[in-house]
C-alpha cells in the first residue's frame, strides 16, 4: 500500500519560511520522479516542484528563486524548502508520486 504522509504546513508572515516534508512508503522511492502542487481556494490544483529519480528539478515560475525541492533517499522523503513567502503562496500544498497523493497539508502567509 503506498502511503505520502506530510507534514510542515503552518502559518508565516510574508517574507517568512517554512519546509514541507513528505515520507513515502509502499514504493521504491528511489527510482520515482516525486512532485508537489498546490491549490488556493478557489483555484485550480497547480505543480509547483519537480525532482526526478535523478535529481533534476523543475519549478513553476511563480516559485523559482524562492522554493528548493529536494529528496532524502535514505529516509524516502522529499521536501519543499520555501523562502520569502508571499500572500498568494497560501494554498494546501500536496506531494505526488504516480498517481498517488499526500493528504495535504496548509500554508497560509499573512500580509
Known amino acids: 500500500q503506498v502511503q505520502l504522509v506530510e507534514s510542515g504546513g503552518g502559518l508565516v508572515q510574508a517574507g517568512g519560511s517554512l519546509r514541507l516534508s513528505c515520507r513515502v512508503s509502499?514504493?521504491?522511492?528511489?527510482?520515482?520522479?516525486m512532485e508537489w502542487y498546490r491549490q488556493a481556494p478557489g483555484k485550480q490544483r497547480e505543480p509547483v516542484a519537480t525532482?526526478?529519480?535523478?535529481?533534476?528539478?523543475n519549478y513553476a515560475d511563480s516559485v523559482k528563486g524562492r522554493f528548493t525541492i529536494s529528496r532524502d533517499y535514505v529516509n524516502n522523503t522529499e521536501y519543499l524548502q520555501m523562502n520569502s513567502l508571499k500572500v498568494e503562496d497560501t494554498a494546501v500544498y500536496y506531494c505526488?508520486?504516480?498517481?498517488?497523493w499526500g493528504q495535504g497539508t496548509q500554508v497560509t502567509v499573512s500580509s
Open positions: 505526488r508520486v504516480q498517481k498517488y
Open positions: 509502499g514504493i521504491i522511492f528511489r527510482l520515482n520522479r
Open positions: 525532482i526526478t529519480s535523478g535529481g533534476s528539478t
